[in-house]
């Protein structure tokens, strides 16, 4: 692995980690005010924006397992976040 991959993989990872701390911010903030709405509107951002992210990954010609992978972390992440935050709903 060449040292520009090993920079984007790391930039993909970091991306991925700021849409989680992002997430939790928001989940967390739709379940204190109990907004179920808000709470739905913020699952479907996270959708559109992670569209984006892999229609740049596409354009930057980044692919192969390691991204699949950390795509495969971060929806789990997501979904762990998801539902630990809607039992307050």
């Not at 911010?25 to 709470?39: C, E, I």
């Not at 951002?45 to 892999?54: E, K, P, Q, T």
Request: charged share 15%; proline share 2%; with cysteine.
């Amino acid at each position: 692995m060449s040292k520009p991959d090993k920079r984007y993989y790391t930039y993909i990872i970091l991306g991925y980690a700021g849409l989680v701390l992002i997430a939790v911010v928001m989940f967390r903030l739709t379940t204190f005010h109990q907004d179920t709405v808000g709470f739905s509107l913020t699952l479907i951002g996270l959708l559109l924006v992670i569209n984006c992210l892999r229609f740049l990954e596409e354009k930057a010609g980044i692919t192969g397992k390691g991204p699949i992978m950390i795509k495969i972390a971060f929806g789990a992440a997501v979904i762990i976040i998801a539902t630990v935050f809607s039992r307050y709903i």
